[in-house]
Nanobody, 118 residues
Framework: QVQLVESGGGLVQPGGSLRLSCAAS????????MSWYRQAPGKERELVATITSAGYNTNYADSVKCRFTISRDNAKNTVYLQMNSLKPEDTAVYYCNARRAGQRGGSWGQGTQVTVSS
């Protein structure tokens, strides 16, 4: 099972930016579909962004389109989430997920807290 470690969270003012990173262990990172999820207090975990194994296809939640960008560097076993124009509504614990095509679930990191507040 791939091990995932998120980093890059923190406190930022509305309108600010953060870049989250998710580093994976192992030698098969390139086969995984990578996603970022987030979970705010009292809310269900929601999908934020997904990137396919080759990085050619991405998708985003409507709430983050044009503000967030997911990318990956397979040579570094890392997926990123560049978050711009952050809003208080973006406050959540952000988790990365790795799964193979056609499979449910997959591996999860422990999450990194993002707080957007003035």
């Amino acid at each position: 099972q791939v091990q995932l470690v998120e980093s890059g969270g923190g406190l930022v003012q509305p309108g600010g930016s953060l870049r989250l990173s998710c580093a994976a262990s192992g030698c098969t990172f390139s086969i995984y579909i990578m996603s970022w999820y987030r979970q705010a207090p009292g809310k269900e975990r929601e999908l934020v962004a997904t990137i396919t194994s080759a990085g050619y296809n991405t998708n985003y939640a409507d709430s983050v389109k044009c503000r967030f960008t997911i990318s990956r560097d397979n040579a570094k076993n890392t997926v990123y989430l560049q978050m711009n124009s952050l809003k208080p509504e973006d406050t959540a614990v952000y988790y990365c997920n790795a799964r193979r095509a056609g499979q449910r679930g997959g591996s999860w990191g422990q999450g990194t807290q993002v707080t957007v507040s003035s």
